[in-house]
């Protein structure tokens, strides 16, 4: 069964940084991809970065092109989502996934394996 635990979230001002990890047991953590989305009140939760199993190809919504970084550590089975120049509107619920798959996955169907997620909060 897998496991995945986020931590990392809290309140932070607007332009700070926040570095959101995920743990994760139960699966061989190396052979799949990992993806981050997100849910603020009352919107559906979106894709916001995914990384292949190998860690060589990423993908990152739009919005947060060029201010989020995801990477992997497949010896420690650790996913880490680096936030930089936070804005209000990146306050959400940040979940972390993990995919059946090898191949980076923008859609919540390509994920089969969801965790708690940990609060994001980011004060103008």
């Known amino acids: 069964q897998v496991q995945l635990v986020e931590s990392g979230g809290g309140l932070v001002q607007t332009g700070g940084s926040l570095r959101l990890s995920c743990a994760a047991s139960?699966?061989?953590?190396?052979?799949?991809?990992m993806g981050w989305f997100r849910q603020a009140p009352g919107k559906e939760r979106e894709f916001v970065a995914s990384?292949?199993?190998?860690?060589?190809?990423?993908d990152y919504a739009a919005p947060v092109k060029g201010r989020f970084t995801i990477s992997r550590d497949n010896a420690k089975n650790t996913l880490t989502l680096q936030m930089n120049d936070l804005k209000p509107e990146d306050t959400a619920v940040y979940y972390c996934a993990q995919s059946p798959r090898g191949g980076v996955g923008t859609r919540r169907a390509d994920y089969d394996s969801w965790g708690q997620g940990t609060q994001v909060t980011v004060s103008s």
């Open positions: 139960g699966r061989t953590f190396s052979s799949y991809a």
């Open positions: 990384i292949s199993w190998s860690g060589n190809i990423k």
